[in-house]
């Protein structure tokens, strides 16, 4: 559902939520469009692999596959396989067209946790291109799967990998609305508030511990922030009127919020735990869904002070916004590149709604999707991924696609609606 009445755009995400069927927790990801060269990588079964009670292979054989950039050679019907350099018989994985390959092995240790090694393999030159040990408990395998998967990916594009990030979207169970979060493909979801009322616009704390979102569990959008390591939450704007679509700064000290205690829906700046607030736009038309820019300066958000929904950004010292986007009379839903270089939108055109890009130096726009009920997109931490909810056959569903529009993905629940993403930051370490 979109916002095609500008002076209720700020409300209609709240449709889907009135007439979504149920759905079930795990989502799955069908690929339906891959990258123009992709790098042929062999991996190789992990030795002692079988004894693990999660194997670490198939995730990250599935982790590359998904991003589009690789192509997974047949590591099948080999007698030995290698764990160690000295084992590689290089002609053969390049007789199968692999130009890398990763080896592995692992082992329990005497504390109960399990030794996890890995090495990147350049078979044409023979070499070796990085390699870990992890030693973890055996619920941290899947996300050391991620991690390594997320090494090889740095080494061989030059780009950081976010198969270790998460992700968190609402999810409609039939009058039950619940907050999820799970691994960036989808597994380990884990419901953080479950409630009989809407539950909307979830927004990850820049170190990834907390989430802002909006619930309407006392019959009134109220702003939250809950604590994903403690379970703890607080209100951060409860004021006359509706209190919606928090972001948070880069820094993780305020949000900037769309308040509407004053008269029309403006947006605000207000400390995370909910003092100093602090007006930022001063029309009499609407203000919604600010986004703050990767050096905390800038404020981006819709607005439809020019008589229909486009892109405005303005300083968080404030001032005058100065208006982004001139093509089409509907633009809305803006979110800044983790570089700060570009930002994705929604874009109406001929009557759909897609996922566009638009560069601040040469002001290109880019349609990346064809789709006709896109909304919210968000891009990885890498910025080189968009997810984005949308419909498939009357039904929501979760997507992803490339910054170039070559690389597309498609998150969906066995039934019912899956609304509202969000894609976390870097893990620590990362």
């Known amino acids: 559902m979109k916002y095609r009445n500008p002076v209720r755009f700020v409300l209609f995400t709240l449709l889907w939520l009135v007439l979504a069927p149920a759905a079930h927790s795990q989502l799955k990801i069908e690929i339906i469009g891959?990258?123009?060269?992709?790098?042929?990588?062999?991996?190789?079964?992990?030795?002692?692999?079988?004894?693990?009670?999660?194997?670490?292979?198939?995730?990250?054989?599935?982790?590359?596959?998904?991003?589009?950039?690789?192509?997974?050679?047949?590591?099948?019907?080999l007698t030995a396989i290698p764990a160690e350099p000295a084992e590689i018989q290089y002609p053969v994985w390049s007789a199968r067209g692999a130009e890398a390959l990763v080896i592995g092995a692992v082992s329990p240790m005497a504390n109960g946790n399990w030794d996890v090694r890995f090495r990147l393999m350049d078979v044409v030159k023979q070499t070796q291109l990085t390699g870990f040990a992890y030693q973890v408990a055996a619920q941290q395998l899947r996300n050391t799967a991620h991690r390594i998967a997320d090494a090889i990916y740095e080494k061989l594009t030059?780009?950081?990998?976010?198969?270790?990030?998460?992700?968190?979207?609402?999810?409609?169970?039939?009058?039950?609305?619940?907050?999820?979060?799970?691994?960036?493909?989808?597994?380990?979801?884990?419901?953080i508030l479950a409630s009989n009322e809407p539950i909307i616009s979830p927004a990850w704390s820049p170190d990834g511990t907390r989430l802002a979102y909006v619930s309407f569990e006392h019959k009134k959008p109220i702003v939250y922030v809950q604590s994903l390591l403690t379970g703890q939450r607080a209100v951060a704007a409860n004021f006359k009127g509706s209190n919606s679509a928090p972001a948070w700064s880069p820094d993780g000290a305020r949000l900037a919020v769309v308040l509407t205690k004053d008269g029309n829906s403006q947006i605000y700046l207000i400390n995370a735990g909910g003092s100093g607030v602090m007006r930022l736009t001063n029309t009499n038309t609407i203000d919604t869904e600010p986004n703050f820019s990767p050096d905390g300066q800038w404020v981006i958000f819709t607005s439809d002070r020019g008589g229909s929904p486009q892109i405005y950004r303005v300083p968080v010292t404030g001032g005058a916004p100065e208006r982004l986007t001139f093509e089409g009379s509907y633009n809305v839903s803006p979110r800044y590149a983790p570089d700060g270089k570009s930002f994705v939108f929604i874009q109406r055109n001929a009557g759909r709604f897609?996922?566009?890009?638009?560069?601040?130096?040469?002001?290109?726009?880019?349609?990346?999707t064809e789709n006709g009920v896109d909304e919210s997109p968000s891009f990885a931490p890498?910025?080189?991924?968009?997810?984005?909810?949308?419909?498939?056959?009357?039904?929501?569903?979760?997507?992803?696609?490339?910054?170039?529009?070559?690389?597309?993905?498609?998150?969906?629940?066995?039934?019912?609606?899956?609304?509202?993403?969000?894609?976390?930051?870097?893990?620590?370490?990362?």
Do not use: C
Not at 161 to 189: C, M, N, P, W
Not at 397 to 419: E, H, K, P, T, Y
């Open 382 to 430: 890498n910025g080189r991924i968009i997810l984005y909810a949308t419909e498939v056959g009357g039904r929501g569903i979760l997507a992803a696609v490339s910054g170039d529009g070559r690389v597309r993905q498609r998150f969906s629940a066995a039934a019912g609606d899956v609304r509202e993403p969000a894609w976390g930051p870097l893990s620590k370490g990362q």
């Open 158 to 191: 030059g780009d950081v990998g976010v198969f270790s990030t998460r992700i968190t979207y609402v999810v409609k169970h039939g009058t039950r609305f619940e907050l999820q979060i799970a691994d960036a493909d989808g597994y380990g979801a884990q419901t």
């Open 354 to 368: 897609n996922v566009a890009m638009q560069d601040f130096v040469s002001k290109q726009t880019q349609l990346l």
């Open 34 to 77: 891959g990258g123009a060269s992709q790098v042929p990588i062999a991996i190789a079964p992990f030795r002692a692999e079988e004894s693990l009670p999660q194997q670490v292979t198939g995730i990250v054989a599935a982790d590359l596959h998904r991003s589009g950039l690789f192509r997974i050679v047949d590591s099948g019907g």
